[in-house]
């Protein structure tokens, strides 16, 4: 079921449950267009991307880790404050001692660039089980934003508890075109 973020009320605009007041800033390299698989798991699709390197400032957790996966959930994980989710993007790195997840909220609007070729692997990934190949993808994703930060675990099995989670404040849009 998802996780409810609640905002503490002593807290102003713009701060986070950990009660930090900065945005996290969070930066992917610049990557070459690659074919990455990408599997159908069931409650999300999962791609092994690394072994890209995550840089994060301004949080409780500064520092790098090695990106493992990206998941595309059917239905929010998180939900966040007046933000009314279809799925979720998720991003796990790993460091040596613990995983980093990112999750950005996805909502119906403007179709997304930067999901385009994962939404056309999903036309042929239709099973749980099934595999596709997603074409030319590159992760070229650069965030400063208001993020919700806490410990947490996986949201999909093995549901491992040793994860630093930073959801999104705000929502990444696509169109119900590339969700349906």
Request: net charge negative; glycine share 8%; with cysteine.
């Amino acid at each position: 079921s998802p996780i409810e973020l609640i905002i503490d009320p002593a807290l102003g605009p713009g701060e986070d449950l950990t009660g930090s007041v900065d945005p996290v800033y969070l930066h992917l390299p610049n990557s070459s267009p690659t074919n990455v698989s990408l599997l159908n798991v069931g409650d999300a699709y999962r791609m092994d991307l690394g072994p890209l390197q995550l840089t994060l400032q301004g949080s409780t957790f500064d520092g790098e880790a090695s990106l493992s996966v990206l998941q595309l959930t059917h239905g929010p994980s998180h939900l966040v404050p007046g933000v009314s989710g279809v799925g979720e993007l998720q991003l796990l790195f790993q460091t040596p001692s613990t995983f980093v997840g990112i999750a950005v909220p996805l909502t119906e609007g403007a179709p997304s660039s930067l999901l385009a070729p994962v939404f056309q692997a999903l036309l042929t990934a239709t099973q749980e089980g099934d595999n596709s190949t997603v074409y030319n993808f590159n992760l070229a994703l650069n965030l400063a934003a208001d993020f919700y930060e806490y410990q947490g675990s996986l949201t999909l099995p093995d549901c491992s508890e040793a994860v630093h989670w930073f959801v999104a404040a705000a929502p990444l849009t696509i169109s119900t075109a590339q969700w349906a």
